[in-house]
């Protein structure tokens, strides 16, 4: 069966240092990847996609980048973290469209 | 843009009554349609989804409506428990697209 690996669960980080968060898939191939953030009192905002190894896909602006280096791994970076970065992380996988299966998420505090 | 949107952000029901979750979508193009659950601290889940070939899909006490013509959608839960008190997301996709939308949630809340 298919599991989603998403680590660490909470993270406390200062304005400025880097980020990095990441999510593993076990028990499927070339799997869709997505980071969504959920930040307090909002919904579900896509981050970044990947269809493929290197294959990255931005929807919003920001402070955060995202990398594909294996087929089942999906890491969520940033350089220097901004306070406006505090939020609900979710790591989620797919084989097309349907039926996504999200992590447990990680919460972040920027302080 | 919002093209998905739930407009309640929360909702109180009694205990064993009927829970109705609301969601309207702007984008012609979305053909598949989702309902997830997500407790604190935790990712969601699936609930459960419905395709715009349809306009009823049930799976136990959850149904969910599809409404074409007025871009809109409803997901049911009779009758309501305690166990559904949780944060509901409409979610929608379209064929050509390889990535869900999803509504800003609705926080419901199940009073014994």
Redesign the interface.
């Known amino acids: 069966s298919q599991t989603i690996h998403q680590w660490p669960a909470t993270l406390v980080q200062p304005v400025g240092s880097p980020l990095s968060l990441e999510c593993t898939v076990e028990g499927t191939s070339n799997p869709n990847l997505y980071w969504y953030r959920q930040a307090a009192g909002r919904g579900l905002q896509l981050l970044f996609y990947s269809v493929g190894i290197g294959q990255i896909s931005s929807e919003v602006p920001q402070n955060l980048s995202a990398s594909r280096p294996q087929d089942r791994q999906f890491i969520l970076s940033s350089k220097k973290l901004l306070l406006s970065d505090s939020g609900f992380y979710l790591c989620a996988w797919s084989k097309g469209t349907y039926g996504y299966t999200f992590g447990s998420g990680t919460r972040l505090t920027v302080v | 843009d919002q093209q998905v949107k ?1 407009n309640s952000p929360s909702l109180s029901v009694q205990e064993g009554r009927i829970s109705i979750l609301n969601c309207d979508y702007t984008n012609s193009m979305f053909d ?1 349609f ?1 309902w ?1 659950k997500k407790y604190p ?6 609930l459960i ?1 419905i395709s715009s070939i349809k306009d009823k899909n049930e799976d136990g006490r959850f149904t969910v409506f599809l409404n074409k013509s007025a871009k809109h959608l409803s997901l049911h839960i009779v009758p309501s428990q305690p166990g559904d008190s949780a944060v509901y ?1 409409c ?1 929608a ?3 050509g ?9 609705t926080r419901l809340t199940i009073n014994p």
Request: a negative charge; zero cysteines; hydrophobic letters at 35%.
């Open positions: 739930q598949y989702l997830y601290a935790e990712g969601p889940t699936f989804s997301f979610a996709s379209d064929q697209a390889q990535k869900l939308v999803f509504g800003q949630g």
